[in-house]
């Protein structure tokens, strides 16, 4: 099976040795995104709220990059350092995704990197080329 790495501007750029996203065939497995403006590579400013919808515009552009959307998303992991934010990334999944939702799990995690809150990973299913 061929595996191709995807990568885009639009997104932070990796801290390591992995892609922002791998297709192999019609699924793509979307690294995990914290909250770095792409343009910057800093944390973006705000409280939690704010993360978290900077973690969807991430994943967003790299599901673009990939030829998708966020809609064809399957399954969802949310790391989280304090799962008192559960309630936000509740509230966010419900302006980013309809129904049906794409599968979830969510972890409380001891650290993310760059003092991130929220980190999250994806992955999709697209359709094949036509």
Do not use: H
Request: charged share 10%.
């Amino acid at each position: 099976m061929t595996r191709t790495a995807i990568s885009t501007a639009a997104a932070p750029p990796a801290i390591g040795s992995y892609s922002q996203a791998i297709r192999a065939g019609n699924t793509v497995y979307l690294s995990g995104q914290i909250p770095l403006e792409p343009q910057t590579g800093e944390l973006v400013q705000g409280d939690v709220r704010a993360q978290i919808a900077q973690v969807f515009a991430n994943l967003s552009a790299v599901a673009n990059a990939a030829g998708g959307t966020l809609a064809a998303a399957v399954k969802l992991t949310v790391y989280l350092v304090d799962l008192a934010d559960f309630a936000l990334v509740n509230e966010a999944m419900a302006k980013v995704f309809s129904a049906p939702y794409p599968a979830r799990a969510t972890v409380q995690v001891a650290a993310l990197p760059k003092g991130a809150s929220v980190e999250i990973d994806a992955v999709l299913v697209l359709c094949e080329p036509t």
